[in-house]
T-cell receptor
Framework: GIQVEQSPPDLILQEGANSTLRCNFSDSVNNLQWFHQNPWGQLINLFYIPSGTKQNGRLSATTVATERYSLLYISSSQTTDSGVYFCAVEYGGTYKYIFGTGTRLKVLA | DSGVTQTPKHLITATGQRVTLRCSPRSGDLSVYWYQQSLDQGLQFLIQYYNGEERAKGNILERFSAQQFPDLHSELNLSSLELGDSALYFC???????????????FGPGTRLTVL
């Protein structure tokens, strides 16, 4: 099956710093989403991005499907950005998401 | 708020028992997915239903079963519970999904199951 790897596994930032999170996948995908899991466990949709680039406020994402990776950029980080960031991919007509292991982000005030 | 609702929010039960988790998808969504998030296994896909029919199956144990009803809500039944079944169970929904087409999934708040 497909492998989905995220890096870095852990990240600590000072408030106001920028960061880049990476998601690598081992096979072609039909679908890719980025999620933020907040400290209360809720999974929040960030981007639906099987290819191309999208921006939403301080967050942006780029997926280069031909090279099998996606990047999530967080600019001017805030303490509320803390939590775990997951990418999830759907591939091969399976209709199921395979989640990466996540990047745990902590933003310090 | 994603529009997907799950009940109950928390559930505490004993080993050997049976529980039912309920999910209502977003209005108009025909697909429902179930996922399990445990500390040692991460987030894992369990099963998907589309308009009442099972469409895809993941690492779902034989002790677990699910169904989607005509009103499109779904239930996940977990029986003969073991300590290792303690986890956060998520339901997600996505819009009408013709074969070969893929859409964004929206996740509910989850049900936290604790088996003592």
């Amino acid at each position: 099956g497909i492998q989905v790897e995220q890096s870095p596994p852990d990240l600590i930032l000072q408030e106001g710093a920028n960061s880049t999170l990476r998601c690598n996948f081992s096979d072609s995908v039909n679908n890719l989403q980025w999620f933020h899991q907040n400290p209360w466990g809720q999974l929040i949709n960030l981007f639906y991005i099987p290819s191309g680039t999208k921006q939403n406020g301080r967050l942006s994402a780029t997926t280069v499907a031909t090279e099998r990776y996606s990047l999530l950029y967080i600019s001017s980080s805030q303490t509320t950005d803390s939590g775990v960031y997951f990418c999830a991919v759907e591939y091969g007509g399976t209709y199921k998401y395979i989640f990466g292991t996540g990047t745990r982000l902590k933003v310090l005030a | 708020d994603s529009g997907v609702t799950q009940t109950p929010k928390h559930l505490i039960t004993a080993t050997g028992q049976r529980v039912t988790l309920r999910c209502s998808p977003r209005s108009g969504d025909l697909s429902v997915y179930w996922y399990q998030q445990s500390l040692d296994q991460g987030l894992q896909f369990l099963i998907q239903y589309y308009n009442g029919e099972e469409r895809a199956k993941g690492n779902i144990l034989e002790r677990f079963s699910a169904q989607q009803f005509p009103d499109l809500h779904s239930e996940l039944n977990l029986s003969s519970l073991e300590l290792g079944d303690s986890a956060l169970y998520f339901c997600a929904s996505s819009p009408r999904q013709a074969l070969g087409h893929y859409n964004e999934q929206f996740f509910g708040p989850g049900t936290r199951l604790t088996v003592l």
